[in-house]
């Protein structure tokens, strides 16, 4: 039994801890492994991992923790970076890597990668593994901001999704943009984009609200994809 738990701080400006400066917009904290032994709590072995944002994660740098794995990270880091810029405000997107340490604790080793997006009430966090696991934290209320002004989360869980299309990090923010309300009928267009997030899970009223849609027309489209055969 493996088991994941974190805790996460968002450094919403430049902040010095201990003589070392955290960068505006970069998530850190830290990864709770714990792996079972027989069942018996007394014997669990829990490691510590480590959070770090980088500026840009390279491609030879991501194969050589990822593998075959990267290029499905890579891809789905983009589609979320395109899915908050196109329809929600104020919406932070960032990515790294997750260390442990080795040599007793002389150097560090890079096992994972995350991305997250975040805005001042949301945050959603997954950790990619090199054996294609994913692992999903969210929070959905207020952060609490700690004596070094950084927005601290909830002591979280990570819960295990699949690494498929249908499952990218889409997960609903605070503010939708209001430029996706349709004053008319829906185009080809629209019906293609609603289709796709009704396969990611968004439910009628999420979608009613970001279209600016009563709740029944959404149904009513959804009824009509399942007709189809497209749901």
């Known amino acids: 039994m493996q088991r994941f738990t974190t805790k996460l701080y968002i450094n919403a400006d430049d902040t010095e801890i201990n003589g070392h400066t955290y960068r505006k917009d970069t998530i850190t904290g830290f990864i709770n492994l714990t792996i079972g032994i027989d069942g018996v709590p007394l014997l669990d072995e829990t490691t510590t991992l480590y959070v770090n944002t980088t500026t840009e994660l390279k491609n030879d740098r991501l194969n050589t923790i990822l593998g075959a794995w990267s290029y499905g990270f890579k891809g789905r880091l983009k589609?979320?970076?395109?899915?908050?810029?196109?329809?929600?405000?104020?919406?932070?997107v960032v990515s790294g890597t997750v260390t442990k340490d080795i040599n007793g604790g002389k150097g560090k080793k890079a096992i994972g990668c995350w991305m997250a997006a975040y805005d001042k009430q949301i945050l959603v966090f997954e950790l990619h593994l090199a054996d294609g696991s994913i692992r999903r934290v969210t929070q959905d209320d207020l952060f609490d901001t700690n004596s070094h002004n950084q927005k601290e989360s909830d002591f979280l869980e990570f819960v295990v999704i699949d690494n498929t299309l249908d499952t990218n990090i889409s997960i609903q923010m605070s503010k939708a943009k209001t430029d996706k309300k349709v004053t008319g009928r829906f185009t080809d267009d629209h019906r293609a984009e609603i289709l796709g997030y009704m396969k990611?899970?968004?439910?009628?009223?999420?979608?009613a609200k970001l279209y600016g849609k009563n709740r029944s027309t959404m149904k009513r489209l959804r009824d009509k994809f399942k007709k189809e055969g497209k749901l």
């Open 79 to 92: 589609s979320t970076q395109l899915f908050y810029k196109s329809h929600y405000e104020n919406v932070v």
């Open 200 to 207: 990611k899970g968004a439910k009628d009223s999420q979608l």
